[in-house]
């Protein structure tokens, strides 16, 4: 060897060097930073008469066409390579799950395994149209009737709902479900939805959307659902409540059961956002709990890519109670072969509609099953397991600086903190995170659950190593001893090193420009 070796800090990585504020007052001439150049917007690039397509022309008859006729498209035109860089560039702007630990808790950001996109891909399957005749595409109808199966054997369900197209897609399509079965009931009267004050915004705002009425659930002192509260508001209006289990405190509902059997005693259905199933996959079968509907994302527990605004895919499980009113299209075998259901006869005759055109998300259906056949059923029940561990190991090595609401007994999946042990040092959640950018780690969720103080939710999902888990311990650890050393002005600018600073995210959200001119 004749490079010297890095100084390993206590973790045994290289020492990061200490941070040099005139660097980061540098300004490059023209926006550059490293070897990234600044980056225009697509519609910036000036030349819109260049196409890097030639296409022959043709006789159109314009008069055919009337009002129709398209003459300018107005789009940028840039070679292949201009336009390969432009997005690799953007891309390297951003995080990715392939680059780092990605903590957001309750997106379970785990690795994407590389065999699923390999099937993916595969011939049979990428290369296929939903307009196909069913006899051409058998195979794939195969997968989805797989894939249904082993998602029935882990939630213990009888029934599946696999169009929906994202976790918010699935709770809409399983209150519609319920929203139909009180009406064939003659209880269409029923119009409040209870959701309790720790659940997903999804939840009320799914709720509202289909027209009903949302009553607010209290919170016991240690972040479960307040049964006593819940009992009392649940009555002859009440349609269904929606629960998330194990919750976004991270916390598994230790009245689940009894929950269940006083909503089903009131006439309600029960609605279980199986969005964390990440953390019982294997472990805890939620027909066994009395669930009525619950979503499972397969871009969370099995491994389907997200985070970049990609498809994701919300098969929604059903109870006998509900089945009969599942949405359209669903697969059948016959000794035949296998058929899509799309017509209003025989049993499908109560289904409440579709979600979508066709039959959902094929590419999300060929990674999930891909994923749950290479683990197999003791390697998924080891994902719940080493998911629960490494959340816990992440509380356990931090719980000393940094303050939890709920420090009694275990996590589920994920570690919350709040942000009391930031009290009296001018550094809040947001300064915290943003400075977490500046040390290679994309935040963790800040401010959510809304009922935990400066709530700072970190999902390390089950594919992370211990390596890779104390490397992410010793920054989280030695930025909070930075703030209560007083080194304000590392959180106050931070993130000082990435390509943008700090964005106006409510105004991005609620205002959005979505046009350039
Ligand atoms: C992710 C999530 C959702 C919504 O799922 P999308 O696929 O983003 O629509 C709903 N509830 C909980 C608890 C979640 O974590």
Known sequence: MTQDSPKMNSVGRPSAPEINVEATLFKSLLGGKGLLQSEKLIFEKDDYS??????????????????????????????????????????????????????????????????????????????????????????????????SHWLKVLTGMPAVAITPKAGAHGELCGL??????????????????????????????????????????????????????????LGPDVAAIMVTNPNTCGLFERDIVEIARLTHEAGAYF????????????????????????????????????GGGGPGAGPVVLSEALAPFAPKPWVVSHDSGFDLVEHDEGVSAQNFGRMCAFHGQMGMFIRALTYMLSHGSDGLRQVAEDAVLNANYIKASLQDLMSVPFPEGPCMHEALFNDHWLEGTDVTTLDFAKAMIDEGFHPMT?????????AMLIEPTETESKDELDGFIAVLRALAQAAKAGDVARFKGAPYLAPAKRLDETRAARAPRLSYT
């Open 50 to 147: 260049r196409t890097g397509v030639d296409f022959a022309d043709i006789a159109i008859d314009a008069s055919d066409l009337e009002g129709l006729l398209r003459s300018d498209l107005s789009l940028p035109g840039l070679t292949e390579p201009e336009a390969m860089r432009h997005y690799v560039r953007l891309s390297q702007k951003n995080h990715a799950i392939d680059l780092a630990l990605y903590p957001l808790g309750s997106c379970t950001m785990k690795h994407n395994p590389r065999l699923n996109e390999k099937m993916a891909r595969v011939a049979g399957l990428g290369d296929i149209h939903p307009l196909q005749p069913v006899s051409t595409v058998q195979g794939a109808l195969a997968l989805m009737d797989t894939l």
């Open 176 to 233: 519609l479900a319920i929203k139909a079965a009180h009406e064939a009931k003659g209880q269409g009267h029923r119009r409040t939805v209870l959701v309790p004050t720790s659940a997903h915004g999804t939840n009320p705002a799914t709720a509202a959307f289909v027209g009903y009425t949302v009553e607010e659930v209290a919170q016991t002192a240690d972040g479960r659902v307040d049964v006593a509260d819940l009992a009392s508001k």
């Open 271 to 306: 609605y279980c956002d199986g969005a964390n199933f990440n953390a019982i996959v294997g472990r805890v079968r939620p027909g066994d709990l009395g669930v009525d509907a619950m979503h499972i994302n397969l871009h969370k527990t099995f491994s389907t890519p997200h």
């Open 446 to 454: 800040m401010y959510f659950p809304l009922v935990v103080h400066g």
